[in-house]
């Protein structure tokens, strides 16, 4: 990885000399190293087709077992592809059971080496008698990332290369040679650690079966008189990388860049960028999009760029941003709204273009706290004799906290996510801490070792930081403390970005939350303040400490039950209230609200939670200040749950007054539960206004660039939306590029202009289940349709789903709590099957090729007329609908039909199902924002008919 340190790359560069005369007495002493072929990856629905293993003794392969096994069935040709194994190899074979009774004797219960064993364990133990070959298997895929942390892959074909052991091959026997070379090089490896850390590891939660413990108890005793200490590993790693200090732009009075001319030669065959992809071909659109980026990076002005798909928005922008970060030594940064977008620029782009770049590049990634692992609670869980929480294994809890261990103690900065831990069996919470959590000034890590504010100094001594919209928001509310001083940069994915400032700036009060912090505080024997009671009762001012928490226990515990009440008052007032939301309300608190009988009869109660908890913010803030005074370290959790009472009582107070102008303020229930997810919140309504107060002036260049930015060639409303036109005139200039793409060739807009209007239920969804039949049936599945509505989708989908299974098509849906991701990778990887999909669809959501073939909008996406910002505006302005409402659907729209092209080759259908596009005015933004010049006009009983021949005539 970039930014290892030196010491570390030395240790890794002569692994395999070390490891040719290190030796590990039992821990290599009659071990089975071992590896399976199988006709699939799930053990449900495929079989063993190769075993192979291999018996070492210290350096020596001392015996090996290698045996086909026959599947039961064709081996599919994928696989026959892959591995060369055909179905002749096997015909002869013996049966799993005969193959794995044989392996069992070969084993003889010796602990098995497996890269990735969770798979090789499951095929051989899914066979009668495999749960006989060995009671101890040892994942070296694992155990690599705990040994190696800093390398960038841990396949085994990617260690084999490296250290040059036998080459992988997708042969059993071959990748045994190549584990079995590899081996030892993990062992030496481990032993490089800092000293202590083996034993350290040893001994967490001994209660816990741990296949890994005898090798760090084994090496742990090489070494007894090591003690490890991780804020000493932190302090030698953080040594070892000292990056020179850049300047703050604002110093400078103005930028030095290379010269248009310049900039477009880098563009040129034989440029920088053909350097960085054999192969590229210029495009007239990405180099006139640098030149604007370059040209408002010299001005020191803002720019809006729509750049449609293909025109490789993210080489446009870097090129010139890191030009005017090398040549001026100033920290610049990208921010975008998914993390899809911020690993294609760390680990694709920005190393291509530190490897070509004259001078190099250096480069970072900020993300959230829970990104992060925070070595406090990391401190605190290994030496814990608590049970672990997790409903899984609790061994890859002790897994996850080894890789974390050896992870930091190689790495000046990084986060958790790419170190490939199990999160779905490992408690997340047990080793990340949320910002309103962090202790600060009274953790022994804070601030240089910890890897979160450590990160924030790293970033300030980089080229270029890529960080997301929701830390650059919260950054710019907690007025600069987050992000370095950054004062030039490009947002990329920008529709998004009023969205995003609006939640992050956000205030509000959840039962969910208010419950889980006063459980975390507790009482007199329980929770935070009962531990520090606990710890406090042989102190030599007991009595004086007793005395203030006995006040803050009293407090906390009034503050508990006014909460609790006020939230039993919420879902009272939801009742009464107006929503148009399925499961959750989510009502308007208007001036309406506030005059009526309900509010009135709740304000008391809300006043008097307010009270209760500034009291106990008021008592908690006085014992955390005078404990810490003399025993800092026992005052963290309380600390932590002290300031988030204090945020508690701010939200609320701001919501029950509802005077501040500048929010719109709303409540929400989750109707399918008795009790729970109530929440009070306060949203601002501007945020063009803060970000033109609080942030645009003191960027010097903020490029917003996107697909989908415009109304019809118009960016007023994305200028309104972030502040651009609040600024002096000429200090911004907005532009539209168009695609690289031929979307009048390779996409259809179909507008069926006869569907019933929606609020005529029955015969609505009469028409629309036909319509939906007809499409999927003529595109032979591979379609999505995005839904604004659960109710819609779900009633559908009972209607659709058993007509398509009839047909021998496959659809699926957006069930309640489903995975957006696993409902994707299905998707994407079934070539002929369909979704219905909400919210979570309509962007950023990739399927190139067939995969993808036809995207229907049953009904345009405007927000609910009960929608508390849309209340809001109304009740403010005049045509808040057309200024508002209007805007965002179109833009909506735009996304949902960007799913359908991602590539050149790419052809596909866009089927929009709601007639107001051609009875109503308004239809024309829609299609006149569409990147095709046209539209087909269909009945809806004929759109089946029309898509069975634009099918055949775009079949490949």
Request: aromatic share 6%; with cysteine.
């Amino acid at each position: 990885m970039a930014g290892t340190p030196d010491f570390v790359v030395r240790n890794y560069e002569t692994l395999v000399d070390r490891a040719r005369t290190r030796t590990f007495g039992l821990i290599e002493e009659d071990v089975i190293v071992l590896d399976t072929e199988t006709t699939g990856l799930s053990v449900q629905d495929n079989k063993l087709i190769e075993i192979a293993a291999a018996r070492l003794r210290g350096r020596e392969v001392v015996d090996r077992f290698d045996t086909f096994v026959h599947p039961g069935g064709p081996i599919p040709p994928e696989i026959v592809r892959l591995t060369g194994i055909t179905d002749a190899d096997v015909a002869a074979a013996p049966s799993p059971e005969e193959a794995v009774a044989a392996l069992e004797e070969f084993v003889g219960g010796c602990p098995v080496i497996a890269h990735n064993a969770a798979f090789d364990r499951s095929f051989i133990e899914a066979v009668k008698g495999g749960v006989r070959v060995s009671e101890v298997w040892i994942d070296s895929l694992a155990l690599s990332r705990i040994a190696l942390p800093r390398l960038a892959s841990h396949k085994l074909s990617a260690l084999a290369e490296l250290f040059g052991c036998s080459a992988v091959s997708h042969r059993a026997s071959d990748d045994v040679d190549a584990l079995c070379g590899v081996w030892r090089i993990l062992l030496t490896a481990l032993a490089d650690l800092p000293r202590g850390l083996m034993r350290r590891l040893a001994d967490m939660h001994p209660d816990v079966p741990w296949s890994y413990r005898p090798i760090f108890s084994y090496l742990a005793g090489e070494d007894p008189d090591g003690i490890f200490s991780l804020a000493a590993a932190r302090a030698e790693v953080l040594s070892a990388d000292a990056p020179l200090e850049r300047v703050d732009a604002d110093e400078l009075p103005g930028l030095a860049m290379p010269s248009g001319d310049e900039l477009q030669a880098q563009y040129a065959p034989g440029g920088l960028v053909s350097r960085m992809y054999p192969g590229y071909e210029p495009r007239s659109e990405q180099v006139e999009m640098a030149c604007e980026v370059r040209d408002a990076l010299a001005t020191s002005t803002h720019r809006v760029i729509e750049a449609g798909t293909g025109v490789g928005k993210s080489v446009a922008y870097l090129v010139p941003l890191a030009e005017a970060a090398r040549r001026n030594r100033i920290t610049v940064g990208v921010a975008t709204k998914s993390n899809n977008l911020a690993d294609q620029l760390m680990y694709h782009e920005l190393p291509r273009l530190a490897r070509e770049m004259e001078g190099g590049l250096t480069f970072c990634a900020l993300k959230g706290y829970d990104h992060y692992p925070c070595l406090r609670k990391l401190e605190r869980l290994a030496r814990s004799t608590a049970e672990i929480k997790t409903n899984r294994d609790p061994a890859d809890t002790l897994t996850a906290m080894a890789v974390i261990y050896a992870y930091v103690c190689q790495s000046p900065t990084g986060d958790l996510d790419g170190l490939g831990i199990r999160w779905r069996s490992v408690n997340r919470a047990d080793l990340t801490t949320p910002s309103r959590e962090c202790a600060r000034r009274l953790c022994p890590f804070f601030p240089d070792k910890c890897l979160v504010h450590g990160a924030r100094r790293r970033a300030a001594r980089v080229d270029v930081v890529v960080t997301n919209h929701s830390l650059l928001f919260r950054n710019v509310a907690a007025e600069g403390k987050i992000l370095p001083p950054i004062r030039h940069w490009v947002i990329d994915e920008a529709h998004s970005v009023e969205r995003e400032a609006r939640r992050q700036w956000a205030l509000s009060v959840s039962a969910e939350e208010s419950r889980a912090a006063f459980e975390r505080l507790g009482g007199e024997r329980s929770g935070a303040l009962g531990q520090m009671i606990r710890n406090l009762a042989g102190s030599d001012a007991a009595t004086l400490y007793m005395g203030l928490s006995a006040k803050a226990v009293a407090s906390a515990q009034r503050a508990s039950l006014a909460m609790a009440d006020l939230f039993d008052g919420v879902r009272d007032l939801a009742r009464r209230g107006r929503s148009d939301g399925y499961d959750n309300a989510n009502i308007w608190i208007g001036p309406e609200m506030r005059a009526g009988a309900p509010w009135q009869a709740f304000l008391p109660c809300g006043l008097t939670a307010v009270d209760a908890l500034d009291e106990a913010h008021r008592n908690l803030s006085s014992l955390v200040e005078t404990v810490s005074q003399d025993k800092p370290e026992f005052v963290v959790d309380v600390a932590d749950a002290a300031r988030r009472v204090g945020e508690m009582h701010d939200a609320l107070a701001l919501i029950m007054v509802g005077e501040d102008e500048r929010y719109v303020y709303s409540l929400q229930v989750n109707r399918r539960l008795r009790a729970g997810g109530e929440s009070l919140t306060a949203e601002l309504l501007d945020i063009g206004e803060m970000l033109a107060e609080r942030w645009l002036p003191e960027a010097h260049s903020a490029i917003f660039t996107s697909a989908t930015i415009s109304i019809a060639g118009n960016f007023s409303h994305f200028e309104r939306a972030v502040g651009l036109n609040r600024l002096p005139k000429g200090s911004s200039r907005a532009l539209h590029l168009d695609s690289s793409y031929d979307f009048d060739e390779n996409m259809t807009v179909v507008v069926a202009g006869d569907v019933p209007d929606p609020r005529s239920r029955d015969a609505y969804l009469d028409t629309l289940e036909q319509l939906l039949v007809d499409v999927h049936l003529a595109m032979g599945g591979s379609s999505l349709t995005l839904f604004t509505n659960r109710r819609d989708m779900e009633e559908l989908y009972a209607r659709v789903e058993p007509r398509l299974s009839a047909a021998g098509l496959e659809l699926a849906c957006q069930q309640r709590n489903a995975s957006a991701r696993q409902l994707r990778d299905r998707f994407i990887s079934e070539k002929s099957s369909s979704l219905f999909a909400l919210k979570a669809f309509w962007e950023g959501f990739d399927a190139s090729g067939d995969t993808l073939r036809c995207v229907v909008i049953p009904k345009l996406p405007f927000s609910s007329p009960t929608d508390p910002l849309s209340c809001e505006r109304g009740r403010r302005e005049e045509r808040a609908w057309a200024q508002y409402a209007l805007p965002e659907a179109v833009l909506e729209v735009k996304q949902a039909a960007g799913r359908l092209i991602r590539s050149s080759s790419d052809v596909g259908v866009l089927v929009l199902a709601d007639s107001r596009l051609v009875t109503k005015g308004y239809g024309k933004k829609f299609l006149n924002s569409l990147p095709t010049s046209g539209y087909q006009r269909i009945e809806s009983g004929s759109v089946g008919r029309y898509l069975e021949l634009w099918r055949r005539a775009h079949e490949r």
